[in-house]
């Protein structure tokens, strides 16, 4: 194991120290201060994570069977792996960064003009119609927030039921009305 200590100075924070433990021994070809560097870049896969699972729903999978669950799990990651190749396409051709591109505005771009490329008579009109995507996906920036740091905190329960903490046995005895309610305790 190695143990990095590297001051970080983000621009509008107070300069911290990171301690970062990591496996990566060799100093020559893994340098303190880029490790520090890729750590702070982080928050670019906790979106990806993000959009994984609320965007695209992975939270919890639909299917009903077991057989399904390949299946759905497939069709959602390549819907992942798609819109990322458009945003890449989109930042090429209209020469804006990658990173300031909404994930969800493309998702939500594709979706219109998917219907809309598919009834086009024309291949030109198809080309016309995808080139107007991807200056709608370029024009669709989202603010640029280097450093940027959020707790990991929900903000509400998702459901209205209360948490399973006591033995199913003695929800069970309680009397249904609109909600579930707790057995009152002896």
């Not at 993000?50 to 069709?75: F, H, I, N, Q, W």
């Not at 992942?80 to 945003?87: D, G, I, K």
């Not at 948490?163 to 002896?186: E, M, V």
Request: charged share 25%.
């Amino acid at each position: 194991m190695r143990v990095i200590r590297q001051r970080v100075h983000p621009k509008g924070f107070r300069t911290r120290e990171l301690s970062l433990v990591t496996t990566l021994l060799d100093a020559q070809a893994y340098p303190a201060n880029e490790i520090a560097a890729t750590y702070l870049r982080r928050w670019r896969l906790e979106m990806c994570l993000d959009d994984l699972k609320t965007t695209l729903g992975l939270g919890a999978l639909r299917c009903k069977s077991p057989a399904m669950v390949p299946r759905e799990l497939l069709a959602l990651l390549i819907a992942h792996n798609l819109a990322p190749a458009v945003m890449t396409e989109a930042a090429r051709e209209q020469a804006v960064p990658l990173e300031r591109l909404s994930f969800t505005g493309t998702l939500d771009a594709l979706r219109s003009f998917c219907g809309a490329c598919a009834q086009a008579p024309r291949v030109a009109m198809r080309k016309l119609l995808w080139i107007e995507m991807l200056r709608i996906i370029a024009a669709d920036l989202v603010p640029l927030r280097p450093d940027r740091w959020e707790p990991r905190a929900v903000k509400r329960r998702p459901k209205k039921y209360p948490l399973l903490n006591r033995p199913r046995h003695d929800y069970r005895q309680i009397r249904h009305g609109s909600y579930f309610r707790r057995p009152a305790k002896t």
